[in-house]
């Protein structure tokens, strides 16, 4: 599903946020990216949206070396996957339901689709009752689950979390965490880089550290392990 392979990434001489790390994460697998500010996971994230490129290594997604795509090839691989950002990236001018139609419709999904698919992704998330609303008239947590049924939508067969639970409250984070964990537990696979100790402890999910671009743990059933 996920092949990092002797993966570095430097941004100058004296920058270098990747180390030739080098791990694999299987299809359906639910993964944390922990690790202090600075130790790459933010790098870690944009190489697997091919945002950034390695400077050596391979990156091999649904057993395809995106390291190799053209140019045009990109969207499709963005396609297979769904992203969550800590801020929502919400469009304020679109409601609730129109922001994640547009997800369906930048990938030409028919309007029949759109109608059929939209109503069931938000009854998912617990929103079926704010689609007309607009991000402002949403509370954070709202927020996020609007950003987390566009991320869904497309039934991507990966998600990648990017600290989403960074601007919630501890209840709230929670509830977050719960969905992603269902969204996990119906097959898509899971890559979530958090600073969030106390869920990283309580989940027992796979943990894979970093610390000054290199991988320091990769545990099974791993916590958090960094004082905050």
Do not use: C
Not at 20 to 34: L, W, Y
Not at 87 to 97: A, E, S
Not at 190 to 216: P, Q, S, Y
């Amino acid at each position: 599903m996920i092949k990092f392979i002797n993966v570095s990434k430097r941004y100058n001489k004296d920058i270098i946020a990747l180390s030739n790390i080098s791990f694999e994460i299987e299809s359906g697998e639910f993964v944390f990216i922990v690790g202090p500010s600075g130790a790459g996971k933010s790098t870690l994230i944009k190489l697997l949206l091919k945002e950034e490129e390695p400077t050596s290594g391979s990156i091999v997604i649904n057993k395809k070396d995106i390291t190799k795509l053209k140019k045009r090839e990109i969207p499709y691989l963005r396609r297979s996957m769904g992203v969550v950002f800590q801020d929502f990236r919400l469009l304020p001018n679109k409601t609730v339901f129109e922001n994640v139609a547009f997800a369906m419709e930048v990938v030409g999904a028919s309007p029949k689709e759109i109608r059929r698919r939209v109503p069931m992704v938000l009854s998912l998330v617990g929103l079926s009752d704010k689609a007309d609303k607009y991000p402002r008239q949403l509370s954070g947590g709202e927020q996020q689950r609007v950003s987390l049924a566009r991320a869904i939508v497309n039934e991507p067969s990966i998600l990648i979390a990017d600290e989403p639970t960074g601007n919630l409250d501890p209840d709230t984070s929670w509830e977050i965490v719960k969905l992603i964990s269902e969204i996990n537990k119906r097959g898509t696979t899971v890559v979530m880089a958090t600073h969030a100790k106390d869920i990283v402890d309580a989940m027992k999910k796979r943990v894979i550290a970093l610390e000054k671009g290199n991988i320091v743990r990769d545990e099974a059933r791993g916590a958090y392990g960094y004082a905050l």
